[in-house]
């Protein structure tokens, strides 16, 4: 089982940024695809950003061009931490960010996680 947590979440106004990260322990294959999901209040949980086994990015459209995921690999222990940088933020960002792991190739739109981390609260005010 793999274990995540997420930092980094926050408030923030319209137009500002937030980097948020996901500190992934555990058994992680190397075929695995991670990425960053949000739920708004009442709405369903959806994809935003995802990086295959590969490095290969994909984007939930609403989020193109302002946000970017990345992950680092430690050369000292193997530890793997996922990155979200979010720009331009709109209060539409608001909502609770979750990491999630898949095993496979899978894009922000396809993932259906194995394993979530707990989440962490990002609000944006206009």
Not at 91 to 118: K, N
Request: charged share 20%.
């Amino acid at each position: 089982q793999v274990h995540l947590v997420e930092s980094g979440g926050g408030s923030v106004q319209a137009g500002g940024s937030l980097r948020l990260s996901c500190a992934a322990s555990g058994y992680i294959h190397s075929d695995d695809s991670l990425g960053w999901f949000r739920q708004g209040s009442g709405k369903e949980r959806e994809g935003v950003a995802a990086i295959d086994d590969r490095g290969t990015t994909s984007y939930a459209d609403s989020v193109k061009g302002r946000f970017t995921i990345s992950k680092d690999i430690s050369k000292a222990n193997g530890k793997i931490t996922l990155y979200l940088e979010m720009n331009s933020l709109k209060p539409a960002d608001t909502g609770v960010y979750y990491c999630g792991i898949e095993r496979g190739t899978w894009t922000a739109t396809t993932m259906t996680p194995d394993d979530w981390g707990q989440g962490t609260q990002v609000t944006v005010s206009s």
